[in-house]
């Protein structure tokens, strides 16, 4: 069983930045497909970005040029950059591994095999 610890979500103002963090324990994330999904309320669940295992990176339309996707094996974490902050951009960002390392659709929920808890990230206007 892997645990995913997200964490840096928080209120900002729009316009503004974040930057979410993602560890897992046990394991090391550099091994693993990691993305970043989000849902707010009364919505679907969302793939906002994908980091594979060989450092390829996906992004959802929304977000793309704002939102940056990265990894630090030393610290055993996915960062999630967020720029250019809008209302809707609100919603619980759920980190999420694939263990093998690899999918075929990065932004897709199917794929991932174990999720983390979420954290809040609200965009005032």
Same mark, same amino acid.
């Given at each position: 069983?892997?645990?995913?610890? =997200?964490? &840096?979500?928080?209120?900002?103002?729009?316009?503004?930045?974040?930057? @979410?963090?993602?560890t897992? *324990?046990?394991? *090391?994330?550099a091994?693993?497909a990691?993305?970043? #999904?989000?849902?707010? !309320?009364?919505? =679907?669940?969302?793939?906002?970005? *994908? $980091?594979?295992?060989?450092?390829?990176?996906?992004?959802?339309d929304?977000?793309?040029?704002? #939102? /940056? $996707?990265?990894?630090?094996?030393?610290?055993? /974490?996915?960062?999630?950059q967020?720029?250019? @902050?809008?209302?809707?951009?609100?919603? $619980?960002?759920?980190?999420? $591994?694939?263990?093998?390392?690899?999918?075929?659709? !990065?932004?897709?929920p199917?794929?991932?095999?174990?999720?983390?808890? &979420?954290?809040?990230?609200?965009?005032?206007?």
């Amino acid at each position: 069983q892997v645990q995913l610890v =997200e964490s &840096g979500g928080g209120l900002v103002q729009a316009g503004g930045s974040l930057r @979410l963090s993602c560890t897992a *324990s046990p394991g *090391s994330m550099a091994h693993y497909a990691v993305a970043w #999904f989000r849902q707010a !309320p009364g919505k =679907e669940r969302e793939g906002v970005s *994908s $980091i594979s295992r060989g450092g390829n990176t996906y992004y959802a339309d929304s977000v793309k040029d704002r #939102f /940056t $996707i990265s990894r630090d094996s030393a610290k055993n /974490t996915v960062y999630l950059q967020m720029n250019s @902050l809008k209302p809707e951009d609100t919603a $619980i960002y759920y980190c999420v $591994i694939d263990l093998s390392g690899l999918v075929y659709r !990065p932004l897709l929920p199917g794929e991932y095999d174990y999720w983390g808890q &979420g954290t809040q990230v609200t965009v005032a206007a």
